[in-house]
């Protein structure tokens, strides 16, 4: 089975921190994503590679950064928190654009 | 910009009856997948159609997807309470693309 394990289940931090959210799957998938999920909005991208080194900007990419420096990791980082990007973080990775996404447990970020 | 649309965002079933829903799509897509979530729980794949007339079958869930009409949908045979869900439905566009997410209808199953 896939696991894509994301570092922090629950996470809480202050304006202004610099915030690092991990990700890590273990089936060599080329393509790995970030995600928000915020009640009534669904699911919106932020970022997503697929390959290492590769980025592409979502739909929201605004106050994100990534890195994958490895293929197995893909890392969501806040450069200064807002308590806008207070939310639900879903890390997925999948094998290839025929593939399914397979989803980490989230990390529930609070920003105060 | 793709756009994926969800209606109605929340419905009401009765167990034991047939249900339909429905998920659009603004532009062009050649591939579509659905997902359910449950409450506090991730997001677990269902569904993955990747051509025009794609049809699959998992229990009492049948997918199908008509790329003309950038529909697809998601029918239900004989409600049961374990449907209790949300379920989304995603759209993309060649094989290193972004998903774009619906947001999602939620079903209740009611005795």
């Known amino acids: 089975d896939v696991k894509v394990t994301q570092s922090s289940r629950y996470l809480v931090k202050r304006t202004g921190e610099k915030v690092f959210l991990e990700c890590v799957q273990d089936?060599?998938?080329?393509?790995m994503f970030w995600y928000r999920q915020d009640p009534g909005l669904g699911l919106r991208l932020i970022y997503f590679?697929?390959?290492?080194?590769?980025?592409e900007k979502g739909d929201i990419p605004e106050g994100y950064s990534v890195s994958r420096e490895k293929k197995e990791r893909f890392s969501l980082i806040l450069e200064s928190a807002s308590t806008n990007q207070t939310s639900m973080y879903l890390c997925a990775s999948r094998r290839d654009g025929n593939s399914p996404l397979h989803f980490g447990n989230g990390t529930r970020l609070t920003v105060t | 910009e793709l756009k994926v649309e969800q209606n109605p965002l929340f419905l009401s079933m009765q167990e034991g009856k047939n249900y339909t829903i429905y998920c659009n799509y603004s532009t062009t897509s050649d591939r579509l997948y659905w997902y359910r979530q449950d409450p506090g729980k991730s997001l677990e794949s269902l569904f993955v159609l990747l051509s025009n007339g794609a049809v699959k079958q998992e229990g009492r869930l049948m997918a199908s997807l008509d790329t003309k009409a950038r529909l697809s949908t998601l029918h239900i045979t004989a409600a049961v309470h374990d449907l209790s869900a949300t379920y989304f439905c995603a759209a993309g566009t060649g094989a290193n693309s972004k998903l774009t997410f619906g947001k999602g209808i939620t079903l209740s199953v009611r005795p």
């Open positions: 590679s697929y390959d290492v080194k590769m980025k």
């Open positions: 089936m060599d998938h080329e393509n």
